[in-house]
Nanobody, 125 residues
Framework: QVQLVESGGGLVQAGGSLRLSCAASGRTSSNRAMGWFRQGPGKEREFVAAISWNGGITIYANSVKGRFTISRDTAENTVYLQMNSLKPEDTAYYYC??????????????????WGQGTQVTVSS
């Protein structure tokens, strides 16, 4: 079992920055691909970014490419999402997810068996 706890959400003005953290614990949590997803008001959950189990591969949704950066600290067993140049359309509940062991990470929610409770990000215009 893998437990995930997100933090770092909040209210920020457009153009601002936030860094989300996802602390992972549990068996094999450090050897899994990790992803960030979000769900805005009235929208379906969508992929944001993912990182491979060893941090060597990262993928991003086109809507955040160049603005968001996913990274991981293996020693701390924590994954980060640095969000810069935030826009009102980035407003959503952000979820951290743990994928399969020794995988490169994907954009499909079905490839992530473990999910955190989420953290709210609100960007004002």
């Amino acid at each position: 079992q893998v437990q995930l706890v997100e933090s770092g959400g909040g209210l920020v003005q457009a153009g601002g920055s936030l860094r989300l953290s996802c602390a992972a614990s549990g068996r094999t949590s450090s050897n899994r691909a990790m992803g960030w997803f979000r769900q805005g008001p009235g929208k379906e959950r969508e992929f944001v970014a993912a990182i491979s189990w060893n941090g060597g591969i990262t993928i991003y949704a086109n809507s955040v490419k160049g603005r968001f950066t996913i990274s991981r600290d293996t020693a701390e067993n924590t994954v980060y999402l640095q969000m810069n140049s935030l826009k009102p359309e980035d407003t959503a509940y952000y979820y951290c997810a743990a994928g399969n062991t020794y995988s490169s990470g994907t954009y499909r929610p079905s490839d992530y068996p473990y999910w955190g409770q989420g953290t709210q990000v609100t960007v004002s215009s």
